[in-house]
């Protein structure tokens, strides 16, 4: 199906375990972001992506690592997951910013849960 | 370091009144600014896009105010519905880079519509 998704939407695993997250989209939008969202901080940026290869830190890069090899996946993973990093991670895609007849909109996924025990 | 405000008590108002969120940011002077929706469980939904030379933009029942001296950005929600009931955000970019987006959100106004 076209448009951007994520996998897996639940996880639940240990402190200390890696866990990659996999974020997926059809449309070959440029730029991809992920989000991670808990009550009382909103959306906040982890790490975003201008095209493949090129990969920049947000608010919040530490204890997460990115990759984009192809213009379509933008995987994140928690080298060693904490408990602090309980939360619903979002990925996010837009095919450019606002330009001409563009309003730099991003598509986001579903989100996936994850639980740190 | 940069910031976005809003305001993070929800907004309670009555069907057809029209709801006022503000977005209020710091230390930055962003080229545009952009709102999305954002029911619970689902990931947001882009709505409004308004440029730092816009000082107005519309969109059916909605209504997006730049003030780039004051800092600030106004989202009206004219003849508010219950369907209208979601948390709104506003979203600056703050990449440093051209080329780059850093697409930065704030916290998000929660907006309850009273039938």
């Known amino acids: 199906d076209a448009g951007i998704t994520q996998s897996p939407r639940y996880k639940i695993t240990e402190t200390g375990r890696q866990v990659t997250l996999m974020c997926h989209q059809t449309?070959?939008?440029?730029?991809m972001f992920w989000y991670r969202q808990d009550l009382g901080h909103g959306l906040r940026l982890i790490y975003y992506?201008?095209?493949?290869?090129?990969?920049d830190k947000g608010e919040v890069p530490d204890g997460y690592v990115v990759s984009r090899s192809k213009t379509e996946n933008f995987p994140l993973t928690l080298e060693s997951a904490t408990r602090s990093q309980t939360s619903v991670y979002f990925c996010?895609?837009?095919?450019?910013?606002?330009?001409?007849?563009?309003?730099?909109?991003?598509?986001f996924g579903e989100g996936s849960r994850l639980t740190v025990l | 370091s940069q910031k976005i405000e809003q305001n993070s008590e929800a907004l309670n108002i009555q069907e057809g009144k029209t709801a006022t969120l503000t977005c209020n940011y710091t230390n930055y002077s962003p080229a545009y600014l952009q709102w999305y929706r954002q029911d619970p469980g689902r990931g947001p939904v882009f709505l409004l896009l308004i440029r730092e030379n816009e000082k107005e933009k519309r969109k059916e029942r909605l209504k997006v105010t730049f003030d780039t001296t004051l800092k600030q950005s106004l989202f009206h929600i004219t003849a508010s519905q219950p369907a209208d009931s979601a948390t709104y955000l506003c979203a600056l970019d703050l990449a440093m880079d051209t080329g780059r987006r850093a697409l930065t959100f704030g916290s998000g106004t929660r907006l309850q519509v009273q039938p």
């Open positions: 449309w070959s939008h440029s730029y």
């Open positions: 992506s201008a095209a493949a290869d090129i990969t």
């Open positions: 996010a895609s837009s095919e450019s910013g606002p330009g001409q007849g563009h309003t730099g909109e991003l598509f």
